[in-house]
């Protein structure tokens, strides 16, 4: 029981770095000038503006999501085929860029896109632009947890799929497919949210024309003379942390069912 | 072994010449002032709060050799954080250098010490045409001197603009469509609308706010994008053709790149100040003056001004600096210019309209 001691630090860093911001949060959305007042905070609730942005995030996020699982699974399927030195070789290439602050990166692709491959940016719009960096940013996020799950997929579950006269594809879909679900679970969890609050990617790809929830957010907080309206901003700031609460929820339901197989985190 | 030896051998050098470097430029460091000024012992501490990189700091160092007064200079990055600093209660600085409008909010607020001119016998270098439109939110000057200042104008790309640029109409031809940059800041884009349709840029008038906001509105799918500093590096790299832009910044982009020019529209512009002013709360007031007096300088000035590339309004810098800086229009605009100018006022309560038509153009130029 003496060892609960150790714990006391992170609960001292739990209070002063998350509750007691998070309680400023709602203090801020209702009071204007130190008095109570649900004005702001309804009028933001009410602004259709701010949800059609909350849901182009969504959107993004989802395409994000889908685009990383679909590029990230047949990479981290064939990795986990490989030899362990050949696969642990290439996953660390996967991994090098995540060295450097993302920030850094996503600066550097500012300039590739803007400077070196000028077209490229061009053809893909603001939009999809953003959602190629958002893409590179978080691939190895979803390849780190389908990586972990497949390569300790026990490989006798395939050769008696193979023994009893299934193919290869079918092996695929009826055996592997469903044995690496925490780990699409994972990656999917891993994507998605930080996708959601992305802030940095369309602040920095979007020329100031491109915004996602965060940006709305970043505006609140720093209108004219810096008097921003805090009541709106953390207003905003709920919502968000409340859908982001929701889409943990949903990923933990689906989690739930599928606790055998390896899981990063 | 031997390598390591070699690595050591090396750093050692490098370390050598570093400090061989830095003694150098110490012992080059001569100076002189324009009228032989003498400055007296003073003593003590002056803390200065500045923009970053808005001075030569060897400055400072002249300073604390001639007067024995040890400077403690902190950077802010906006007007905003520097009102923050100046209405704290403990509020430790002895001068700072706000932006126009802030310094009438300061005023309003009382929290300036009006000048000692008499203690400041180099203000008299200062061009009276800036003094007297510096007026306009410091009236008779009592409180701020103009340290650095300079326009709002368009930045443009002669190979691919071919016809004559001397509108603000120009942002709005469908012509240069995805070739224009928007200043992303609600006093100067908000602004540049207003005059553009006839209106004051401190206009109280809800309506004329409106249609300038209106109008933004209908540029944005002409815009390249809206920023501050990125939009100079896209303009040397000629990925747009037309960007508004500060004349300090205008002066850097068109000296890097020889197709670009700057102009200040013919329908005005804003005209921007940043002045020197001692807070209420200084602790030596002595030193601030002495500092001011020796800013202004005609020497030191000048050289400050080739350090920092911003239009001087000292005179006396002026007739010392190049026939290239002082000929340029970017960097000392010319009488006509000015007068079609206008400073930014403080909007006191109002800001609110422009704060909320700011917020619904800004989210529609994010409209997915």
């Known amino acids: ?265 | 072994m031997l390598k390591k030896l070699l690595a050591v051998a090396l750093a050692v050098i490098m370390i050598a010449a570093l400090a061989a470097c830095g003694k150098k430029t110490e012992e080059e460091a001569d100076y002189s002032f324009a009228d032989g000024d003498q400055y007296e012992y003073i003593g003590g501490t002056l803390n200065i709060l500045n923009w970053g990189e808005y001075i030569d700091e060897e400055l400072i160092s002249i300073f604390e050799e001639e007067t024995g007064v040890k400077v403690t200079y902190v950077e802010m990055t906006s007007n905003e954080e520097m009102l923050i600093k100046l209405r704290a209660a403990d509020c430790v600085y002895d001068l700072c250098f706000p932006s126009d409008y802030i310094i009438e909010q300061l005023i309003a607020n009382d929290l300036l010490l009006p000048l000692d001119y008499s203690k400041i016998p180099n203000a008299k270098n200062i061009q009276p045409r800036v003094m007297k439109i510096a007026e306009g939110f410091d009236p008779g000057n009592k409180y701020s001197l103009p340290y650095f200042w300079g326009t709002v104008g368009i930045l443009y790309n002669t190979k691919l603009v071919d016809e004559p640029v001397d509108s603000w109409d120009i942002l709005w031809n469908e012509k240069y469509a995805g070739q224009i940059w928007q200043y992303d800041s609600v006093r100067d884009a908000i602004g540049i609308s207003l005059i553009r349709l006839g209106y004051d840029i401190n206009t109280r008038n809800p309506d004329e706010v409106n249609a300038a906001k209106d109008e933004l509105i209908k540029q944005i799918p002409l815009l390249k994008g809206r920023g501050t500093d990125d939009i100079r590096t896209n303009m040397i790299n000629e990925q747009a053709a037309l960007a508004v832009i500060y004349s300090g910044d205008a002066y850097e982009c068109c000296d890097s790149n020889n197709d670009l020019a700057y102009v200040v529209p013919k329908e005005g512009s804003n005209v921007w100040f940043d002045n020197v002013v001692i807070p209420k709360t200084a602790k030596n007031v002595e030193a601030a003056h002495a500092f001011i007096n020796f800013i202004n300088d005609a020497n030191l000035a000048a050289r400050n001004t080739e350090y920092c590339f911003y239009s001087t309004p000292n005179q006396g810098a002026l007739d010392l600096l190049d026939e290239d800086f002082t000929s340029n229009e970017i960097f000392n605009p010319t009488d006509e210019t000015l007068a079609r100018c206008a400073v930014f006022h403080d909007l006191g309560d109002f800001v609110e309209v422009f704060n909320r038509a700011w917020d619904e153009y800004v989210s529609a130029t994010g409209v997915h």
Not at chain 1, 56 to 67: D, N, Q, R
Not at chain 1, 99 to 111: I, S
Not at chain 1, 126 to 145: A, W
Not at chain 1, 174 to 191: C, E
């Open chain 1, 1 to 265: 029981m003496k060892r609960r001691v150790f714990a006391y630090p992170y609960v001292v860093w739990m209070i002063l770095f998350i509750v007691i911001p998070m309680l400023f949060i709602f203090y801020y959305a209702v009071n204007v000038n130190g008095q109570f007042t649900l004005t702001k905070f309804i009028a933001t609730l009410k602004d259709a503006g701010k949800w059609k942005v909350l849901w182009a995030s969504v959107v993004m996020a989802f395409k994000t999501t889908l685009i990383c699982l679909l590029l990230a699974y047949p990479i981290a399927y064939i990795l986990s085929n490989m030899k362990k030195s050949v696969a642990g070789f290439i996953s660390v290439l996967f991994f090098v860029p995540m060295w450097m602050n993302f920030v850094l990166r996503t600066y550097a692709w500012q300039a590739i896109l803007e400077y070196l491959l000028p077209d490229l940016k061009k053809f893909l719009g603001l939009e999809g632009s953003v959602l190629m960096v958002l893409v590179y940013d978080f691939l190895p996020f979803m390849i780190m947890p389908l990586y972990n799950t497949l390569s300790k997929l026990d490989k006798s579950l395939l050769e008696a799929s193979r023994d009893l006269g299934a193919n290869s594809a079918v092996t695929f879909f009826r055996v592997v497919l469903p044995l690496s679900v925490p780990g699409i679970v994972s990656g999917i969890t891993m994507v998605f949210i930080p996708a959601i609050t992305a802030f940095t990617v369309p602040a920095l790809i979007g020329n100031g024309m491109y915004h996602l929830y965060g940006n709305e957010i970043e505006l609140a907080f720093k209108t004219l003379s810096g008097q921003g309206d805090y009541a709106v901003g953390s207003t905003l700031s709920i919502i968000l942390l409340i859908s982001v609460l929701v889409s943990t929820l949903i990923m933990n339901h689906f989690d739930k069912d599928q606790q055998q197989g390896g899981q990063l985190w």
